[in-house]
């Protein structure tokens, strides 16, 4: 059993070792046929495209992408190929949910606004955006939510159009898988068409893929007022941003939303089950992310003790002040944990 493992994904190795004859690791870019060719199974993320010129020719069986996204995997060569697949939903959407709840403070703080005076519009709706429209609740903020998948299976009631969030909301954000083609498009979802039928001058915010929103027509909204402010995770053309609007987004940050140990560890394990089940292994492993420096939060309350725990502004100045290191920022990331691993003393 000979497994091919992205270098940077964490907390593997000695769970790894209980499963497999072989190891290799390699950064994710430097994935080769050569490399994968006596492979079974791969371990990657979003920077290895497994695809006909990387899989052709290999023993490759299986592949984990310990991530929430697959537009990565080329899933219809996979399937003529006999390749299984599997992702990791759900991995870290509750680190993306602090990162959203993070920067809503940071942001209602520095421009002095009450969150629960305005409303949201949360654009997929699945485990990430349900976790941030609990969120937005929780600030006493009006949420609206747009999920067409979800519309048709489950009817009109809780949901809106996108015509309505453009109109209402004074926060939208998108948490939508990528589709490039088909009913459930997603690629450039946000477009200038879109930015034009704004109202309220609102914050958006995208955690998803950064094709979702089509960085020209997101730049002129923002030099336009036609809306506020731009908090930005996820970029076009990775790593090669766009250095204009990363200068001007409220926070921008190198991919690093659902980056919390948390997340990172449920990835792995995901990744780890979903190798043992298809290839009937007995999987004698724990995954854990590791302790906090400190486990005692003091904060006079829940908001200042959130950003104790995370606040964003940090990844920010660190992607603004050396935009080069984009990879090295998000591949060496310090360890972050989410609220249930401390003590909140208040």
């Not at 002129?220 to 609007?245: C, F, G, Q, T, Y």
């Not at 990172?264 to 854990?288: H, P, V, W």
Request: charged content about 25%; aromatic content about 8%.
């Amino acid at each position: 059993m000979k497994i091919i493992i992205d270098n940077k994904i964490p907390y593997i190795k000695e769970a790894v070792q209980k499963i497999a004859d072989e190891v290799v690791y390699a950064p994710g870019k430097d994935f080769t046929p050569e490399l994968v060719r006596n492979a079974d199974a791969l371990i990657v993320r979003t920077r290895t495209h497994c695809n006909r010129n990387l899989l052709e020719g290999s023993q490759v069986r299986f592949i984990a992408t310990a991530t929430i996204g697959f537009d990565h995997i080329d899933t219809e060569y996979c399937k003529q190929a006999g390749i299984e697949w599997t992702n990791a939903p759900g991995c870290n959407s509750a680190s993306v949910a602090q990162y959203i709840q993070s920067s809503l403070l940071v942001w209602k703080s520095c421009r002095d606004k009450k969150l629960n005076e305005l409303t949201i519009g949360i654009i997929g709706v699945g485990n990430v955006g349900s976790k941030v429209a609990k969120i937005a609740q929780d600030f006493g903020m009006r949420v609206l939510l747009n999920d067409l998948p979800r519309e048709e299976k489950e009817g009109t009631e809780q949901f809106s159009s996108l015509e309505k969030i453009a109109e209402e909301c004074d926060i939208i954000t998108f948490h939508v898988p990528l589709y490039k083609e088909g009913r459930y498009k997603t690629f450039h979802l946000a477009n200038e068409e879109f930015f034009q039928s704004l109202k309220r001058k609102p914050v958006v915010i995208n955690t998803s893929r950064g094709e979702v929103v089509h960085t020209d027509a997101l730049l002129k909204a923002l030099n336009s007022r036609m809306i506020s402010d731009a908090i930005i995770d996820v970029w076009e053309h990775e790593p090669e941003i766009n250095r204009d609007l990363l200068e001007k987004a409220f926070i921008g940050t190198p991919h690093i939303a659902g980056y919390s140990a948390d997340g990172k560890a449920n990835a792995t394990r995901m990744s780890l089950d979903a190798i043992c089940n298809f290839f009937q292994l007995k999987g004698d492993y724990e995954i854990n992310a590791p302790a906090p420096t400190s486990l005692v939060i003091h904060a006079k309350n829940h908001e200042e003790a959130i950003l104790q725990i995370y606040n964003p502004t940090e990844d920010s100045i660190r992607l603004k002040t050396q935009p080069e290191l984009f990879e090295t920022l998000r591949g060496d990331y310090p360890l972050r944990r989410e609220e249930k691993a401390y003590i909140i003393k208040y």
